[in-house]
């Protein structure tokens, strides 16, 4: 028996590479065809953007506490919310979840401190890169990081919000994301956390300058030994 994971979605192409990561890579650890049960309930990204643009974290909570609470009615035993920035509303989604949650960027320093990565690249929409999702959680663990410059974090924003989010990929902004992490290379970082949820469709681990942390994948993962381990 594994527990039912409940996906709170705020994207579309980001739960959907979070949903397909499980269930692809569940047949390692269960059997064939199998993988846990999972529901998914997610509100317009337009709902969310609107409480996100102006820094209403409160307004963020109550709509992932509400899919939560939906989820938790179809079974759900535990809640992940794969999209980075909206974890600047965990605080409040914890004091009323009727469900443990797993957090998308513990996870990811988790991993990197197995990979004895200590200095990140942090990639993400401008909400993200700029507030304290990732700060406050590396710091726990001892790991420093770097953030792209103002221009270039409008741009990136520029990116995901006009194309990746659409389910549009373009070579160019391939090759700028990687010209990025090229930069951070030569400025001593050593893996580069892709911390909007869909730049991991956009960026290949064999052609990026660094290692890459891809935080969606990394979450899906943590979701299925989560799963699978907790009923043994």
Same mark, same amino acid.
């Given at each position: 028996m594994a527990k039912h994971? &409940?996906?709170?979605?705020?994207?579309?192409? &980001?739960?959907?590479?979070?949903?397909?990561?499980?269930?692809?890579?569940?047949?390692?650890?269960?059997?064939?065809?199998?993988?846990?049960?999972?529901?998914?309930?997610?509100?317009?990204?337009?709902?969310?953007?609107?409480?996100?643009?102006?820094?209403?974290?409160?307004?963020?909570?109550?709509?992932?506490?509400? @899919?939560?609470?939906?989820?938790?009615?179809?079974?759900?035993?535990?809640?992940?919310?794969?999209?980075?920035?909206?974890?600047?509303?965990?605080?409040?989604?914890?004091?009323?979840?009727?469900?443990?949650?797993?957090?998308?960027?513990?996870?990811?320093?988790?991993?990197?401190?197995?990979?004895?990565? @200590?200095?990140?690249?942090?990639?993400?929409?401008?909400?993200?890169?700029?507030?304290?999702?990732?700060?406050?959680?590396?710091?726990?663990?001892?790991?420093?990081?770097?953030?792209?410059?103002?221009?270039?974090?409008?741009?990136?924003?520029?990116?995901? #919000?006009?194309?990746?989010?659409?389910?549009?990929?373009?070579?160019?902004?391939?090759?700028? +994301?990687?010209?990025?992490?090229?930069? #951070?290379?030569?400025?001593?970082?050593?893996?580069?956390?892709?911390?909007?949820?869909? +730049?991991?469709?956009?960026?290949?681990?064999?052609?990026?300058?660094?290692?890459?942390?891809?935080?969606?994948?990394?979450?899906?993962?943590?979701?299925?030994?989560?799963?699978?381990?907790?009923?043994?």
């Amino acid at each position: 028996m594994a527990k039912h994971i &409940g996906i709170v979605a705020c994207s579309a192409e &980001g739960a959907a590479l979070c949903y397909r990561t499980i269930c692809t890579e569940a047949p390692l650890q269960m059997d064939r065809h199998m993988h846990p049960e999972i529901s998914m309930h997610t509100y317009p990204l337009g709902q969310y953007m609107l409480h996100i643009r102006t820094g209403n974290w409160r307004g963020v909570a109550d709509l992932m506490l509400s @899919s939560a609470n939906k989820l938790v009615e179809a079974g759900a035993e535990f809640a992940i919310p794969p999209d980075n920035t909206i974890h600047q509303a965990f605080e409040f989604v914890l004091e009323k979840s009727p469900v443990p949650w797993l957090h998308i960027a513990e996870v990811v320093a988790e991993e990197a401190r197995i990979n004895g990565f @200590s200095r990140l690249a942090v990639l993400g929409t401008k909400y993200l890169m700029v507030g304290p999702v990732y700060p406050s959680i590396l710091k726990k663990f001892g790991i420093s990081y770097k953030i792209p410059s103002e221009t270039e974090r409008e741009q990136i924003d520029k990116i995901i #919000f006009d194309e990746l989010v659409n389910g549009v990929f373009e070579e160019k902004s391939r090759q700028y +994301i990687y010209n990025l992490i090229q930069n #951070f290379k030569e400025q001593g970082c050593d893996a580069a956390v892709l911390g909007c949820t869909e +730049i991991p469709l956009l960026v290949n681990p064999e052609e990026s300058p660094l290692p890459t942390l891809a935080s969606t994948r990394l979450l899906a993962r943590a979701a299925l030994k989560y799963s699978t381990e907790a009923k043994r």
